[in-house]
């Protein structure tokens, strides 16, 4: 089974700072993929970033970046120069990489950007 | 990456009345998934729509209440049957990808029962 925590219910960041999300999973599975979504009050969920088990590099995508500790099981998404559009919820999810591809997920951070 | 439309975006239904919620995908996928997210809470999966065959539920979810057609590779609905009060939640539907790196959502049916 897959576990996943978030333990920041709720943060608040000035604008332009940086933040960093938790996020700790526990797994079985040998190989596996890890996941950040952000929700907004629209409640689509927008793909962020992925990281997988075997990467050598720590993953990023433009002001996103994971931090991809594997021996602590964390993979914490850290966002550079915070903008107010990054109000929102954020949620870490993981996969295996064999088999079914479903997701498990976080209970989420919302995060909110103060002008 | 997937191109992922939902049908209806929102609705707002009577109790004990059924819905009907439509994914449509650009491209042949592999694997579509319904997920549910009560309000506050986080998704979890109701079942993996599979082509040509039953659908594979999740453990608290049956068909009789959430039937799945998948009758194509691009194409899946979940009915939410008999709805309560409690069924109220974004319904999103999500497609595996040939490559595994990405895994994309449709924008999400908001249900409201009163």
């Known amino acids: 089974a897959q576990k996943i925590t978030q333990t920041q219910p709720g943060m608040f960041v000035q604008e332009k700072e940086a933040v960093t999300l938790d996020c700790t999973y526990d797994?079985?599975?040998?190989?596996?993929?890890l996941f950040w979504y952000k929700q907004p009050s629209s409640g689509e969920m927008i793909f962020l970033i992925y990281?997988?088990?075997?990467?050598?590099q720590n993953a990023t995508e433009g002001r996103y970046s994971l931090n991809f500790q594997k021996a602590r099981k964390s993979a914490n998404l850290v966002i550079s120069a915070s903008q107010l559009g990054d109000s929102a919820m954020y949620f870490c999810?993981?996969?295996?990489?064999?088999?079914?591809?479903?997701?498990?997920f976080g209970t989420g951070t919302r995060l909110t950007i103060i002008p | 990456s997937a191109v992922i439309s939902q049908k209806p975006s929102r609705d707002i239904c009577q109790r004990g009345t059924s819905l009907t919620i439509q994914c449509q995908v650009d491209?042949?996928?592999?694997?579509m998934f319904w997920y549910r997210q009560q309000p506050g809470q986080s998704l979890t999966l109701i079942a993996t729509?599979?082509?040509?065959?039953?659908?594979?539920?999740e453990s608290g979810f049956v068909i009789d209440k959430f039937p799945i057609s998948r009758p194509n590779l691009t194409f899946s609905t979940l009915t939410v049957s008999n709805m309560s009060p409690e069924d109220s939640s974004i319904y999103l539907c999500?497609?595996?990808?040939?490559?595994?790196?990405?895994?994309?959502f449709g924008p999400g049916t908001r249900l409201t029962v009163l």
């Open positions: 999810a993981m996969r295996p990489n064999f088999g079914n591809e479903k997701l498990t």
């Open positions: 999500s497609v595996g990808q040939a490559q595994r790196d990405t895994q994309y």
């Open positions: 797994t079985s599975d040998p190989s596996y993929g």
């Open positions: 729509a599979n082509q040509g065959s039953e659908a594979t539920y």
């Open positions: 990281q997988g088990s075997y990467d050598q």
């Open positions: 491209s042949q996928v592999t694997m």
